[in-house]
Each structure stands twice: as C-alpha cells, then as structure tokens.
C-alpha cells in the first residue's frame, strides 16, 4: 500500500487508534488486519517531509518512506492497481 499526500498522516500512531469512517470502521482494525496478511506500507517520502511525519512515525511498523520511482515500480508489478 502506497501513501501519499495526506495520506501519510494515517501511519501516525494517534490517527490509526483514533480514526472510524463512516461505515467503513476502525483505521487500527484495518492496519492491524493488512498487517497479519504481511502487507507493507510504502509512505512518500516528500508528502512526509511536508507535513511533518518522519521515520520515528514508521517505527516498529511494516512501513518505508519511498519515492515516485516506487510507486511506479509497485504499480507495474501488480495485476490490478485500485484508486478509490
């Protein structure tokens, strides 16, 4: 999972135990649950120095501040890409 622009911001501890959506639930139970499955987050690298989230933010979590050039890389690796 790539993260981008304010994005970023949802690999804070204090937003993932602190978010719900509208009927989409818990921000920890689906980090939590991508997690368990050995998912990975790649968090860009310039959105985080723009709004402040830095690799203390990404400690102790499957998680890699990134660039474009990932993303890309990432995209072309998989069989479906999804945006919603």
Known sequence: ????????????????????????????????????????????GKSSQGRGVTASDLECKPATMAMPDKLVALALASNATITY
Do not use: K, P, W
């Open 1 to 44: 999972l790539f993260l981008a622009g304010d994005g970023v911001q949802l690999m804070r501890e204090a937003v993932l135990d602190s978010l719900v959506g509208l009927g989409t639930g818990s921000l920890r139970e689906h980090f939590d649950a991508i997690v368990a499955a050995n998912g990975h987050f790649y968090v860009s």
